[in-house]
């Protein structure tokens, strides 16, 4: 077997197949998962990658052999993975490598309601009773089953956020080749949606492009495609849908922040006052909007395990991240690129200017998107950024994941990849020209040297 080591991340198992990942490991971690969990029962799903079959058929077999029955969802994005673990309240495993390249595939584990494991919360503890060797189970094997979970799925977020009232819209979604191809249709139908598709055939080597959205040149199709038909709004999902990216009538990318503040907007319209989740690298808008609202907003680290814990244990309505990932308390609190796509299509249906317009006011920063760097010694550098900036009138400094040097007129945060010799630089200012000038001076100091 090979060195999981390399596989198990901070939240979910990856690597390339089969050197890394294979379906001796599969079954290995759905006999461990079973031990660890206490599961009678588990259901799974996958995306469309050739290898995910057999590996949640692997998995399946590991699963059963410790006495657990499995119920097979077949193909499905991981929010509806999320949703069968949330409905019929039994242990979830999705099989997908969401945006990576096609040899790449993994799983994400979740127990009942939806609850994420990570490295912290039954990955390790799964990893080191491999290396171990899963004990026999002493009694009877569990059964497999199939289940179309996927109407199920449509019909439940359908019900969270309405779209039967809303003006008709054309609506470009690019699937990228991946899971929104699958679950898109099922969730528009019968709504008042013109829909362009791109890419909609499920074909796992992405012919087309990446299904990364978050990378500029994977949108280019999908905003091209907007201004060709005259849409009123471009959706873009990531290979097992599960994080969602708008481009607006004029085919300019929407920031994430931009759609953190607008799906918190609506919430607490919807429920009422309570808190709402953001990420310290989300634009200072997001906690001045929600305060406005009547909400109270919560500042986490970076990374869905951070934001989903925030989230349980503030009992917060929602959550957003830069990355396109958006949480809901209504969904298990759990992340889904299609809810977050609803409340877009309803805001923008429910009245009558178009997108750019509508989400004007949510918009107040020039913002610099994430600058990576390569640099020898990450700590090292990061002290030098701090000790240029500290003790400079109106400035503060935090520690809350890497650092973050904050000013009336501006802030930026400098923080250390965890796999790769990187620092990653967000910057944002009142005006375009004061951003462009703090986000220089820092990448002046950070590049200098390791050049």
């Known amino acids: 077997m090979s060195d999981l ?14 050197d890394e990942l294979n379906e001796e490991i599969a079954e290995a971690v759905g006999a461990a998962f079973v031990r660890v969990t206490g599961a009678t029962a588990i259901v799974t799903a996958h995306d469309m990658r050739t290898s995910s079959g057999p590996l949640s058929a692997a998995f399946a077999r590991g699963a059963t052999s410790q006495g657990a029955d499995v119920i097979e969802a077949g193909l499905g994005s991981t929010d509806m993975l999320y949703y069968a673990s949330g409905s019929l309240d039994v242990p979830g495993a999705m099989f997908t490598a969401s945006h990576n ?3 790449y595939n993994g799983i994400k584990l979740c127990r009942t309601g939806a609850k994420p494991v990570g490295r912290d919360t039954g990955l390790t503890e799964i990893r080191e009773l491999i290396d171990k060797g899963v004990p026999a189970h002493d009694g009877p094997a569990g059964t497999i089953s199939q289940r179309d979970l996927l109407s199920g799925y449509a019909e439940h977020v359908k019900t969270l956020v309405d779209l039967s009232g809303i003006r008709r819209l054309k609506v470009v979604v690019d699937a990228g080749n991946g899971m929104g191809g699958h679950t898109v249709p099922a969730v528009f139908e019968g709504l008042p949606i013109d829909l362009v598709p791109l890419y909609f055939e499920l074909d796992g080597t992405f012919p087309n492009h990446e299904a990364n959205p978050i990378e500029p040149e994977n949108i280019r199709d999908l905003q091209a495609a907007v201004r060709e038909h005259g849409a009123d709004v ?10 969602c990216f708008v481009v607006d009538e004029r085919g300019e990318p929407v920031a994430p922040s931009t759609i953190t503040a607008l799906v918190a907007v609506r919430e607490l319209g919807k429920h009422g006052p309570g808190r709402i989740v953001h990420n310290l690298i989300t634009s200072r808008a997001v906690p001045e909007i929600v305060r406005e609202h009547g909400g109270e907003p919560v500042r986490t680290r970076v990374g869905h395990s951070f934001i989903k814990q925030t989230m349980a244990e503030r009992d917060a309505m929602f959550g957003g991240e830069h990355s396109g990932h958006y949480y809901f308390r209504d969904f298990w609190f759990a992340d889904s690129g299609m809810l977050a796509a609803m409340h877009v299509l309803a805001a923008l249906g429910g009245q009558d200017r178009p997108l750019s317009e509508l989400l004007g006011e949510f918009t107040r920063y020039a913002a610099s998107g994430e600058i990576n760097s390569k640099v020898d ?13 500290e003790g400079r009138p109106g400035v503060t400094v935090d520690e809350l994941d890497g650092l973050t040097v904050s000013h009336d007129d501006w802030w930026f945060n400098l923080r250390p990849s965890n796999t790769e010799p990187l620092l990653r630089l967000n910057a944002e200012a009142a005006d375009e020209e004061t951003m462009a000038a703090v986000r220089d001076e820092v990448l002046e100091i950070v590049r200098k040297g390791n050049e």
Do not use: C, W
Request: glycine share 8%; aromatic share 10%; charged share 30%.
């Open 5 to 18: 080591t390399k596989i198990f991340k901070a939240y979910d198992i990856r690597g390339v197949v089969p």
């Open 234 to 243: 471009g959706l873009a999902f990531d290979g097992d849908a599960d994080r």
């Open 101 to 103: 390249p096609a040899r």
């Open 377 to 389: 010694d990450q700590e090292a550098t990061a002290a030098q950024v701090r000790a240029a900036f």
